[in-house]
């Protein structure tokens, strides 16, 4: 990478995954998303561990400055890599709402019977990490599902790490494990229908950097079910039901409230759609262009000195 950004004759290198040539002198802009690896070293490969860990303090130091998706990551890369707050700007996310566009009521009805037998569900979507804390996800939803004898089901889909063995137990432990339904890693023509035809989308993470499943939720004018913590409330503020990722009970008091509660839902649903004027990618790509002529900027005066 270094021969290259010098054949070039780069003026910044930006790095939207936050890898860097630490054998450069061209300025780097990279973009962190999160340290979870930090958080949750368990969780990790050995290999991986290893690598992330060796690494990243070093781009960290490197990097003429960082961009991050939220304020809670800002926070993060501070406390773990000793870099100044001035040297971390957050530079928020978007999403792609023309990807997930709402359904109408025929259509919804029309997918729910081919792949629900009609019934109502609670949706995820996304990785099967331990992190995710989807199976107190499950555990929350027996308590719900034994509590309506006509509930919704439960679709959990994603692609599955490997890594969570604890997961597949309590999934072919469950009393209703016939209401569980897994569509494995679904392509986004089939992820909208998914999304578009849930009682609600579900998001009780441990650890996110930003969500951007709950505003993929909202795009689609799904309401949202999530965990109070981390990144997410700053992510969706009161644009969703807020539980406790660690107790099984508020998060099945959640469920009962979005499937008893059609007008709790529907205000859900329009503070989504307000809340999402607030992520679009040209925002995030102003904030990203200043940076990168901020920094650009600075390297011309240093040479002159």
């Excluded at 962190?32 to 992330?52: A, I, K, L, T």
């Excluded at 569509?183 to 229908?193: E, L, S, T, Y």
């Excluded at 650890?207 to 997410?232: D, H, K």
Aim: aromatic letters at 12%.
């Amino acid at each position: 990478m270094a021969r290259a950004l010098k054949q070039w004759k780069a003026d910044v290198f930006f790095s939207p995954d936050a890898y860097l040539s630490l054998r450069s002198s061209v300025p780097s802009l990279p973009v962190m998303h999160d340290v979870n690896f930090e958080r949750f070293p368990q969780y990790f490969r050995p290999n991986h561990r290893w690598h992330y860990k060796r690494f990243w303090p070093r781009y960290a130091a490197h990097a003429a400055k960082i961009a991050t998706v939220s304020e809670f990551s800002k926070s993060e890369i501070v406390h773990f890599y000793g870099v100044s707050p001035q040297k971390v700007s957050v530079v928020g996310n978007g999403v792609h709402q023309g990807a997930w566009l709402p359904l109408s009521a025929e259509d919804q009805k029309a997918f729910r019977a081919a792949h629900t037998q009609g019934r109502p569900y609670f949706f995820y979507l996304g990785h099967w990490y331990p992190r995710k804390n989807l199976v107190a996800l499950v555990k929350a939803w027996e308590i719900y599902r034994a509590s309506f004898s006509d509930g919704a089901l439960l679709v959990l889909a994603g692609r599955d790490s490997g890594d969570y063995a604890a997961l597949h137990a309590a999934i072919e432990a469950s009393p209703f494990r016939e209401d569980i339904v897994l569509p494995g890693a679904v392509p986004q023509k089939d992820a909208r229908r998914w999304m578009g035809s849930a009682l609600a989308m579900v998001y009780v993470s441990m650890y996110e950097g930003f969500g951007l499943p709950m505003l993929e939720a909202m795009s689609a004018e799904v309401p949202v079910l999530a965990a109070q913590a981390t990144a997410l409330p700053e992510v969706a503020r009161e644009a969703a039901c807020w539980v406790d990722p660690h107790d099984i009970h508020s998060m099945a008091e959640g469920m009962q409230r979005l499937a008893g509660e059609a007008a709790y839902r529907k205000g859900l649903i329009e503070k989504g759609k307000r809340r999402l004027s607030d992520f679009t990618w040209d925002a995030v790509a102003e904030k990203v262009s200043e940076l990168l002529n901020e920094i650009h900027e600075n390297n011309e005066v240093s040479a002159k000195r």
